[in-house]
């Protein structure tokens, strides 16, 4: 098992900045990729953005391409989500996720999940 635990939500102006982190633990060493979703209500969930643990290559959705970083420090175990230049599009819980097997946009290549936290983007 892997458990994922989110941080960093909060309420922000349009244009603002947050960067969301993803702490993972247990049997971190299955991990072959890491990704974001998100949630606005109503909707349905929505990938974001994902990398590789091992090499760190990434992959964006393309309305956040040029807005948001997705990154991961491996010694500590933890997932991040720079996101600049916010807008009110955004708001939406963030979920982070982990697959076993490939990256991928898809949810259901995702075997683990976090209980995700909320960012609002006032206008």
């Known amino acids: 098992q892997v458990q994922l635990v989110e941080s960093g939500g909060g309420l922000v102006q349009a244009g603002g900045s947050l960067r969301l982190s993803c702490a993972a633990s247990g049997r971190t060493f299955s991990v072959y990729a890491m990704g974001w979703f998100r949630q606005a209500p109503g909707k349905e969930r929505e990938y974001v953005a994902a990398?590789?643990?091992?090499?760190?290559?990434?992959n964006y959705v393309d309305s956040v391409k040029g807005r948001f970083t997705i990154s991961r420090i491996k010694a500590k175990n933890t997932l991040y989500m720079q996101m600049n230049s916010l807008k009110p599009e955004d708001t939406a819980v963030y979920y982070c996720?982990?697959?076993?097997?490939?990256?991928?946009?898809?949810?259901?290549?995702?075997?683990?999940w976090g209980q995700g936290t909320q960012v609002t983007v006032s206008s």
């Open positions: 996720a982990a697959a076993q097997r490939r990256i991928s946009q898809y949810k259901d290549d995702y075997d683990y």
């Open positions: 990398i590789t643990w091992s090499d760190s290559s990434t």
